[in-house]
């Protein structure tokens, strides 16, 4: 689907935008749920990710495809690993072929577990023989994904002797770690995190039963961050489901946009994004190690007003749906302004102004979809491949025109 937003301007509206259930919680839940089936679950994401997860711990077939599901290849050979006397095979698209999983699958080695690749060393697809695990301590990098941590975590409650998990180097995406860990204890499940170190309790008595509601996905509001502040001042959006005290990293928007002059309240279980003033800042640096998924977002938004910025902590970006810092790169540097990049960061020196009709590739991801649109408030733009965004917010181009973008398909 190619889509073409011609420079709008949006309309406050006075009912919230519901915005699906967070994907990194639901699946989550949706594992500890197969492992532990008194566990209810409400408001789950209806995201592509969430829904192939929920697929996948429902088949009961010998070969699994994940297509693009990132989290869903890591969480899945983690718990595939621990299904005694099952015999499967996890694969993907071509490009979850291309994502390392190396690190993942040798600390499950030593736990003992039977994981063999079916292609390239390192690389999806795996053929995994599960069984009884019942080993308890393993050794794993800190500054890989975080994923990797959490499908360790998340299988440990169901091992016979619980989990040691030690962590060498400095950890990456804590929000995401401390997120499985406070979800484990929700459930009743008794966790440590002291330095570098992790120990999960074995649940002997299973979970009692419980009832989780899933709260709005932060990633997804990130946009209409973004949309207010390339706004006039006064523009006005609330959002629901969201708390206060959230689980999710991403939460960190709130503090982030103040500087572009965005100001969010909470009350009654949403968010209101107010602007205030118009950004005065020249340049902005932002630290994104605890929340890399808001990187494109934040990138687009000075795009779009004209300023420059640093964004650092972004290594994990070159191994998501495509390398994010590149693709960004050579997609802002289309509207006329140049970008450097290094392993772990990306610097915007900003033109005065954007070119039009430009077109945006997304490279089947999803985030290069939804953070480019807010740019049609300050010009003409045409994005392809446009319905990638149900991979994660299936409804955002219905949301984004109820609130007054002009999008037409072409």
């Known amino acids: 689907m190619i889509l073409n937003l011609q420079k709008s301007s949006i309309k406050n509206r006075q009912s919230p935008i519901v915005i699906t259930g967070s994907k990194s919680e639901s699946n989550r839940l949706l594992l500890l749920q197969a492992l532990f089936p008194t566990i209810g679950i409400q408001n789950i994401s209806n995201a592509d990710d969430a829904v192939l997860m929920q697929k996948a711990l429902s088949s009961d077939s010998n070969t699994i495809d994940i297509h693009h599901a990132g989290t869903a290849m890591r969480f899945l050979t983690a718990f595939l690993s621990t299904q005694e006397g099952r015999e499967v095979t996890l694969t993907g698209s071509s ?40 080993k308890h301590k393993v050794t794993i ?37 401390k997120m499985t860990l406070s979800l484990l204890n929700q459930l009743g ?21 419980i009832t989780l509601t899933v709260e709005s996905d932060w990633s997804s509001a990130s946009y209409f961050y973004s949309i207010v502040a390339l706004s006039e001042i006064g523009t006005e959006i609330t959002l629901s489901s969201y708390k206060n005290e959230s689980l999710q990293g991403d939460s960190v928007l709130a503090d982030i946009y103040k500087d572009f002059g965005v100001e969010t309240t909470f009350l009654n279980n949403s968010i209101t994004l107010l602007k205030t003033v118009d950004c005065k800042l020249s340049t902005v ?21 004209g300023i420059n910025c640093h964004l650092e902590g972004l290594h994990t970006l070159k191994i998501k749906e495509t390398d994010r810092l590149m693709a960004l790169k050579i997609e802002i540097e289309k509207f006329g302004t140049p970008v450097s990049i290094s392993e772990d960061s990306l610097t915007i020196n900003n033109a005065q102004k954007l070119n039009d009709n430009i077109t945006v590739e997304t490279y089947k991801d999803h985030r290069m979809a939804m953070a480019f649109a807010p740019l049609s408030l300050k010009t003409n733009l045409t994005i392809n491949e446009a319905d990638v965004v149900s991979k994660s917010y299936p409804d955002f181009w219905r949301d984004l025109s109820q609130i007054g973008f002009k999008i037409k398909e072409i």
């Open 285 to 305: 640096n932002f630290q994104l190690k605890n929340a890399p998924d808001i990187a494109q977002t934040i990138a687009v938004t000075c795009l779009g007003l």
């Open 189 to 209: 499940v008794k966790t440590k995190f002291e330095s570098n170190t992790i120990v999960v309790e074995h649940a002997k008595s299973g979970i009692s039963p």
């Open 95 to 134: 490009r979850m072929q291309e994502r390392p999983i190396k690190v993942l699958v040798d600390a499950l080695r030593q736990l003992g577990a039977d994981i063999k690749y079916k292609k390239i060393e390192g690389f999806p697809p795996l053929l995994i023989h599960g069984k009884t695990i019942t």
């Open 141 to 177: 990098k800190a500054n890989v994904s975080s994923q990797y941590i959490s499908a360790l975590l998340l299988i440990a409650p169901s091992l016979k002797n619980g989990l040691e998990l030690i962590l060498e180097g400095e950890i990456t995406s804590i929000p995401y770690i």
